[in-house]
């Protein structure tokens, strides 16, 4: 989408971290700019900062998790601006432990805000961006955590590959449209991530301290500054690039993990039992 000036936007989880460094990338190159979060202090105050600056900015208060609640901020941008031209399903939570282990609660925590919240947001708005002909975008942040699978996090990379297939299936999908397809998948970000247990709702447990929150804090502390990454996401939808990865030094964990499934076709050349296939074909 090479003229963005004027068009809408969507983000949920725009209150804060790199949905929020969306909406100030967006609002400053002119385009219009829906908040959903769960948070309505903070998406408030998003809101009102993103006004003071001469941007048009409304807000709604959203779970992703919830269907009625996403279709809900569906009506609610197009009573704001009469139509939508971008989404950005931003929202997300961090689960950390051993897939094994992690409990049963957390697991469909993390499945229902960062894989659900996705598809709900992706049948909600896509339609209606299809609906006025003008073309738009689609963007889901997924993570390096949906490329390569770091230990002790798999309920989150779960939802991240999970997260990169679709996007992937929708390039595929809308190839020949007007609606471009990217998937963000940030590294470390200075974000408030490591606290997203204060948004957990009452069906998973309710609201709590987060674990080592002051060690991941420093941690992400040290990421790249979330404002980089909203332009970054800016410059893709002009550009129509579907990948956005936004830490260079990480593209070794890729090249790492391509090379591991090569060797398992390595290994499958000289495997005994393939030998007996006798298909022509092979
Ligand atoms: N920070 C990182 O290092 C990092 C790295 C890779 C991917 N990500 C992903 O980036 C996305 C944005 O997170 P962030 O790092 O900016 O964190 P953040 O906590 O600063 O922002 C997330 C926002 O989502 C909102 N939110 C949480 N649950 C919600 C729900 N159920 N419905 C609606 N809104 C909800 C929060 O209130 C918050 O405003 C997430 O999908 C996350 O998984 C983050």
């Known amino acids: 989408m090479k003229d963005v000036a004027g068009k809408v936007a969507f983000i949920t989880g725009g209150a804060s971290g790199m949905g929020l460094g969306m909406a100030r990338a967006f609002g400053a190159a002119g385009m219009k700019v829906m908040i959903g979060d769960i948070e309505k202090g903070p998406m408030d105050a998003a809101v009102a900062e993103l006004k003071l600056k001469g941007i048009e900015a409304a807000g709604v208060v ?18 704001a601006f009469g139509k939508v031209h971008v989404l950005c399903n ?10 094994d282990k992690c409990s049963v609660e957390n697991w469909q925590w993390v499945m229902d805000v960062n894989l659900w919240g996705v598809i709900y947001g992706l049948q909600a708005f896509v339609p209606l961006i299809e609906s006025h002909g003008e073309g738009g975008h689609v963007i889901s942040t997924a993570s390096m955590a949906g490329m390569v699978s770091f230990r002790y996090m798999g309920p989150y990379n779960a939802t991240k590959f999970a997260v990169v297939t679709i996007m992937e299936t929708m390039m595929e999908e809308h190839r020949d449209d007007n609606i471009g397809v990217s998937v963000l998948c940030p590294g470390v970000v200075a974000t408030n991530i490591a606290s997203g247990t204060r948004n957990r709702q009452e069906k998973y447990g309710g609201a709590r301290e987060a674990r080592d929150l002051e060690a991941n804090a420093e941690m992400l502390g040290k990421g790249l500054d979330p404002d980089i990454v909203g332009e970054q996401v800016l410059e893709a939808i002009i550009d129509d690039q579907p990948y956005i990865f936004t830490d260079p030094d990480m593209r070794k964990y890729i090249d790492k993990r391509f090379e591991r499934l090569s060797a398992g076709y390595d290994w499958a050349d000289n495997c005994q039992a393939l030998k007996k296939d006798k298909r022509a074909s092979r």
Request: hydrophobic share 50%.
């Open 90 to 99: 931003n929202a997300g939570i961090g689960v950390s432990g051993k897939s």
């Open 62 to 79: 959203v779970d992703v998790a919830n269907r009625d609640s996403v279709f809900a901020a569906a009506d609610a941008t197009i009573a």
